[in-house]
Nanobody, 124 residues
Framework: QVQLVESGGGLVQAGGSLRLSCAAS????????MGWFRQAPGKEREFAAT????????YYADSVKGRFTISREYAKNTVYLQMNNLKPEDTAVYYC?????????????????WGQGTQVTVSS
């Protein structure tokens, strides 16, 4: 069992930055690929970024590539999403997710555990 708790969301102006954190409990963090997904009002949940269990591979949605960076810190059982040059269209609830497997995935169906989400609002 893995429990995930996100933090770091908030209100920021366009062009600003935020760093989201996702603290994981349980002994399987180091064996789990992690992902960040987001969901805007009235829209489906969409993939943002993912990282392999060993941190060696990362993938990003085209809409965030070059602006967002996913990373993980094993000593703290935490995964981060650094978001720079934020745009109003990045406004959404951001969810951290873990999957029981080492390979990263862009498909939210492949994730077994989810956090409660953190709101990110970007004003123009």
């Amino acid at each position: 069992q893995v429990q995930l708790v996100e933090s770091g969301g908030g209100l920021v102006q366009a062009g600003g930055s935020l760093r989201l954190s996702c603290a994981a409990s349980g002994r399987t963090f180091s064996n789990s690929a992690m992902g960040w997904f987001r969901q805007a009002p009235g829209k489906e949940r969409e993939f943002a970024a993912t990282i392999s269990s060993n941190g060696g591979r990362t993938y990003y949605a085209d809409s965030v590539k070059g602006r967002f960076t996913i990373s993980r810190e094993y000593a703290k059982n935490t995964v981060y999403l650094q978001m720079n040059n934020l745009k109003p269209e990045d406004t959404a609830v951001y969810y951290c997710a873990a999957r029981t497997g080492s390979w990263p995935s862009t498909d939210y169906h492949e994730y077994n555990y989810w956090g409660q989400g953190t709101q990110v609002t970007v004003s123009s």
